[in-house]
Protein backbone atom coordinates (compact mmCIF):
# COMPACT_ATOMS: atom_id res chain seq x y z
CA UNK A 1 0.00 0.00 0.00
CA UNK A 2 1.64 2.93 -0.77
CA UNK A 3 2.59 5.46 2.27
CA UNK A 4 3.54 9.29 3.29
CA UNK A 5 6.94 9.31 4.19
CA UNK A 6 8.80 12.02 6.36
CA UNK A 7 11.88 12.82 6.74
CA UNK A 8 13.74 13.07 8.98
CA UNK A 9 12.49 11.20 11.53
CA UNK A 10 13.95 13.46 14.34
CA UNK A 11 15.25 16.74 14.04
CA UNK A 12 17.16 19.03 17.10
CA UNK A 13 17.88 22.65 15.98
CA UNK A 14 18.86 26.08 18.72
CA UNK A 15 15.71 28.15 19.06
CA UNK A 16 16.05 31.20 16.31
CA UNK A 17 17.06 28.64 13.67
CA UNK A 18 15.52 27.66 10.49
CA UNK A 19 14.26 24.29 9.73
CA UNK A 20 12.84 22.39 6.25
CA UNK A 21 10.84 19.33 7.46
CA UNK A 22 10.17 17.31 4.26
CA UNK A 23 6.98 14.99 2.78
CA UNK A 24 6.62 12.84 0.42
CA UNK A 25 2.89 12.65 0.29
CA UNK A 26 1.58 9.26 -1.78
CA UNK A 27 2.03 10.04 -5.41
CA UNK A 28 -1.65 10.59 -7.59
CA UNK A 29 -2.65 12.97 -4.26
CA UNK A 30 -3.85 16.21 -5.04
CA UNK A 31 -4.51 17.69 -1.18
CA UNK A 32 -1.16 17.89 1.24
CA UNK A 33 -1.79 18.81 4.82
CA UNK A 34 0.39 19.31 7.70
CA UNK A 35 -0.27 18.94 11.25
CA UNK A 36 1.42 19.04 14.63
CA UNK A 37 1.12 16.98 17.89
CA UNK A 38 2.32 18.37 21.07
CA UNK A 39 3.78 15.70 23.39
CA UNK A 40 0.08 14.73 25.43
CA UNK A 41 -2.20 16.67 23.45
CA UNK A 42 -4.37 16.69 20.69
CA UNK A 43 -3.61 16.21 17.17
CA UNK A 44 -3.73 20.45 15.46
CA UNK A 45 -4.40 21.25 12.19
CA UNK A 46 -1.85 23.77 10.68
CA UNK A 47 -2.11 24.16 7.07
CA UNK A 48 -3.70 22.57 3.89
CA UNK A 49 -2.29 23.15 0.14
CA UNK A 50 -3.90 22.14 -2.77
CA UNK A 51 -2.94 23.29 -7.25
CA UNK A 52 -0.10 24.75 -5.41
CA UNK A 53 -0.99 27.07 -3.14
CA UNK A 54 -2.51 27.25 0.62
CA UNK A 55 -5.94 26.21 0.47
CA UNK A 56 -6.68 26.85 3.99
CA UNK A 57 -4.62 27.42 7.70
CA UNK A 58 -4.92 27.87 10.77
CA UNK A 59 -4.21 30.56 13.56
CA UNK A 60 -0.99 28.73 14.40
CA UNK A 61 0.36 28.87 11.08
CA UNK A 62 1.82 32.62 10.95
CA UNK A 63 4.41 34.26 9.06
CA UNK A 64 7.19 32.16 10.82
CA UNK A 65 5.73 29.49 8.82
CA UNK A 66 5.49 28.25 5.19
CA UNK A 67 4.83 25.60 2.73
CA UNK A 68 6.53 24.56 -0.66
CA UNK A 69 6.09 22.34 -3.36
CA UNK A 70 9.41 22.24 -4.80
CA UNK A 71 8.57 19.59 -7.19
CA UNK A 72 6.66 17.04 -8.29
CA UNK A 73 6.77 15.04 -5.31
CA UNK A 74 8.44 16.46 -2.19
CA UNK A 75 6.49 19.00 0.33
CA UNK A 76 7.90 20.63 3.04
CA UNK A 77 7.18 22.82 5.59
CA UNK A 78 9.60 25.84 6.98
CA UNK A 79 9.55 27.08 10.11
CA UNK A 80 12.18 30.33 10.04
CA UNK A 81 13.18 31.37 13.36
CA UNK A 82 12.54 28.25 15.99
CA UNK A 83 11.29 28.94 19.15
CA UNK A 84 10.79 26.37 22.26
CA UNK A 85 7.00 25.80 21.78
CA UNK A 86 7.17 24.73 18.05
CA UNK A 87 8.81 21.53 19.73
CA UNK A 88 6.44 19.04 18.67
CA UNK A 89 5.49 16.05 16.38
CA UNK A 90 4.81 17.46 12.88
CA UNK A 91 2.51 15.15 10.42
CA UNK A 92 2.38 15.46 6.80
CA UNK A 93 -1.06 14.21 5.03
CA UNK A 94 -2.53 13.51 1.90
CA UNK A 95 -5.40 12.76 -0.16
CA UNK A 96 -6.51 12.13 -3.47
CA UNK A 97 -9.19 14.04 -5.08
CA UNK A 98 -11.92 11.64 -5.31
CA UNK A 99 -14.96 11.93 -2.80
CA UNK A 100 -15.25 9.61 0.16
CA UNK A 101 -11.14 9.86 0.15
CA UNK A 102 -9.50 10.19 3.67
CA UNK A 103 -6.25 11.61 4.57
CA UNK A 104 -3.39 9.46 4.67
CA UNK A 105 -0.21 10.48 7.63
CA UNK A 106 3.28 9.94 7.36
CA UNK A 107 4.54 8.61 10.79
CA UNK A 108 6.27 12.20 11.92
CA UNK A 109 9.18 14.30 12.32
CA UNK A 110 9.76 15.05 16.15
CA UNK A 111 11.23 18.32 16.02
CA UNK A 112 13.15 19.08 19.05
CA UNK A 113 13.80 22.88 19.53
CA UNK A 114 16.78 23.74 22.44
CA UNK B 1 -13.66 23.45 18.70
CA UNK B 2 -13.50 19.36 18.02
CA UNK B 3 -17.56 18.55 16.63
CA UNK B 4 -17.00 14.91 18.29
CA UNK B 5 -17.37 13.69 22.00
CA UNK B 6 -15.78 10.20 22.92
CA UNK B 7 -14.78 8.57 25.82
CA UNK B 8 -11.41 9.23 27.43
CA UNK B 9 -10.31 5.96 27.73
CA UNK B 10 -11.46 2.36 27.34
CA UNK B 11 -10.41 -0.89 28.94
CA UNK B 12 -11.01 -4.84 27.29
CA UNK B 13 -8.86 -7.90 27.14
CA UNK B 14 -7.57 -9.89 24.09
CA UNK B 15 -10.60 -11.97 22.30
CA UNK B 16 -13.46 -9.48 22.97
CA UNK B 17 -15.15 -7.34 20.54
CA UNK B 18 -14.43 -3.66 21.72
CA UNK B 19 -17.22 -0.67 21.16
CA UNK B 20 -16.60 3.19 20.90
CA UNK B 21 -19.01 5.34 20.60
CA UNK B 22 -18.77 8.93 19.43
CA UNK B 23 -21.54 11.62 19.56
CA UNK B 24 -21.58 14.22 17.11
CA UNK B 25 -25.09 16.09 17.89
CA UNK B 26 -23.94 18.45 15.13
CA UNK B 27 -23.47 16.84 12.09
CA UNK B 28 -23.85 18.32 8.99
CA UNK B 29 -25.64 16.89 6.23
CA UNK B 30 -22.44 16.63 4.15
CA UNK B 31 -20.24 15.26 6.88
CA UNK B 32 -18.91 11.95 6.53
CA UNK B 33 -17.52 10.29 10.11
CA UNK B 34 -14.14 8.55 9.67
CA UNK B 35 -11.93 7.16 12.41
CA UNK B 36 -7.97 7.15 13.18
CA UNK B 37 -6.22 4.92 15.31
CA UNK B 38 -2.95 6.12 16.76
CA UNK B 39 0.09 4.23 18.43
CA UNK B 40 2.93 6.08 20.18
CA UNK B 41 4.91 8.21 18.04
CA UNK B 42 3.35 7.23 14.77
CA UNK B 43 0.92 9.20 12.73
CA UNK B 44 -2.52 8.40 12.57
CA UNK B 45 -3.75 5.72 10.12
CA UNK B 46 -7.05 5.39 8.64
CA UNK B 47 -9.41 2.86 10.07
CA UNK B 48 -13.12 3.61 8.25
CA UNK B 49 -15.09 5.88 7.58
CA UNK B 50 -19.20 6.23 6.52
CA UNK B 51 -21.98 8.21 5.88
CA UNK B 52 -25.00 5.95 7.00
CA UNK B 53 -25.85 2.44 8.55
CA UNK B 54 -22.86 0.03 8.57
CA UNK B 55 -19.77 -0.03 6.80
CA UNK B 56 -17.61 -2.96 7.44
CA UNK B 57 -13.95 -3.68 6.14
CA UNK B 58 -11.31 -6.16 6.89
CA UNK B 59 -10.25 -4.30 10.11
CA UNK B 60 -13.42 -2.71 11.84
CA UNK B 61 -17.14 -2.27 11.53
CA UNK B 62 -18.91 0.89 11.72
CA UNK B 63 -22.53 1.69 12.96
CA UNK B 64 -24.22 5.11 12.11
CA UNK B 65 -28.10 5.17 13.50
CA UNK B 66 -30.58 6.70 11.01
CA UNK B 67 -30.20 10.56 13.22
CA UNK B 68 -26.13 10.53 12.41
CA UNK B 69 -25.60 11.85 15.87
CA UNK B 70 -23.80 9.19 17.31
CA UNK B 71 -21.54 6.33 15.49
CA UNK B 72 -19.81 3.28 16.85
CA UNK B 73 -16.94 1.80 15.86
CA UNK B 74 -16.43 -2.04 16.44
CA UNK B 75 -13.23 -3.59 16.76
CA UNK B 76 -13.92 -7.88 17.03
CA UNK B 77 -11.91 -10.07 18.86
CA UNK B 78 -8.88 -7.68 19.60
CA UNK B 79 -5.68 -8.06 20.48
CA UNK B 80 -2.68 -6.90 22.35
CA UNK B 81 -2.02 -4.51 18.96
CA UNK B 82 -5.17 -2.68 19.27
CA UNK B 83 -3.79 -0.84 21.97
CA UNK B 84 -3.86 2.83 20.85
CA UNK B 85 -5.69 5.70 20.63
CA UNK B 86 -8.87 6.30 18.29
CA UNK B 87 -9.92 9.14 17.12
CA UNK B 88 -13.23 9.88 15.27
CA UNK B 89 -13.43 12.54 13.44
CA UNK B 90 -16.67 14.70 11.00
CA UNK B 91 -16.23 16.54 8.35
CA UNK B 92 -16.86 17.62 4.58
CA UNK B 93 -14.41 15.51 2.48
CA UNK B 94 -16.74 16.77 -0.67
CA UNK B 95 -16.56 20.93 0.86
CA UNK B 96 -13.82 22.22 -2.24
CA UNK B 97 -10.83 22.89 -0.21
CA UNK B 98 -12.04 22.96 3.36
CA UNK B 99 -11.02 19.61 4.16
CA UNK B 100 -8.65 20.46 7.44
CA UNK B 101 -9.59 18.01 10.63
CA UNK B 102 -10.80 19.07 13.54
CA UNK B 103 -9.11 16.64 16.16
CA UNK B 104 -10.41 15.57 19.67
CA UNK B 105 -8.59 13.71 22.39
CA UNK B 106 -9.67 10.27 21.16
CA UNK B 107 -10.56 7.34 22.85
CA UNK B 108 -7.61 5.87 24.80
CA UNK B 109 -8.03 1.72 24.60
CA UNK B 110 -6.15 -0.55 26.69
CA UNK B 111 -6.34 -4.16 25.50
CA UNK B 112 -4.98 -6.60 28.32
CA UNK B 113 -3.86 -9.95 28.57
Known amino acids: EPEVTQTPSHQVTQMGQEVILRCVPISNHLYFYWYRQILGQKVEFLVS????????KSEIFDDQFSVERPDGSNFTLKIRSTKLEDSAMYFC????????????FGDGTRLSIL | LAKTTQPISMDSYEGQEVNITCSHNNIATNDYITWYQQFPSQGPRFIIQGYKTKVTNEVASLFIPADRKSSTLSLPRVSLSDTAVYYC??????????????WGLGTSLAVNP
Open chain 2, 89 to 102: LVGDFNAGNNRKLI
Open chain 1, 93 to 104: ASSAYNTDQPQH
Open chain 1, 49 to 56: FYNNEISE
